[in-house]
Nanobody
Framework: QLQLVESGGGLVQPGGSLTLSCAAS????????IGWFRQAPGKEREGVSC????????DYADSVKGRFTTSRDNAKNTVYLQMHSLKPEDTAVYYC????????????????????WGQGTQVTVSS
């Protein structure tokens, strides 16, 4: 089965840091742009960041710019999301997905272009 598996979530205090991982199962990630998304309780899923298939370009939602960094190691078939200066409003289930239409990355690309969604990993920012 082709899917992505997220890990690295947890409970962190405001101002803290976490690094999420997104690993591919059953396929190679290196031909896909990868997006990170999150969904907080009662809210719609929103885009957080994306990275092109080569890793040469990234894009971020305004709410996380300067705090989050996405990177990839295609040799390890894994994409990462480093999160710093976390805020309570960052609390959500975080998902990664592969863009099956575009190899480039832009936050304007719609979610329906993404496939192979993982099960998500919970991030809770609270004191």
């Amino acid at each position: 089965q082709l899917q992505l598996v997220e890990s690295g979530g947890g409970l962190v205090q405001p101002g803290g840091s976490l690094t999420l991982s997104c690993a591919a199962s059953g396929f190679f990630l290196d031909v896909y742009a990868i997006g990170w998304f999150r969904q907080a309780p009662g809210k719609e899923r929103e885009g957080v960041s994306c990275i092109s298939s080569s890793g040469g370009s990234t894009d971020y939602a305004d709410s996380v710019k300067g705090r989050f960094t996405t990177s990839r190691d295609n040799a390890k078939n894994t994409v990462y999301l480093q999160m710093h200066s976390l805020k309570p409003e960052d609390t959500a289930v975080y998902y990664c997905a592969a863009n099956t239409i575009q190899a480039m990355c832009h936050m304007s690309y719609p979610q329906h272009e993404y496939d192979y969604w993982g099960q998500g990993t919970q991030v809770t920012v609270s004191s």
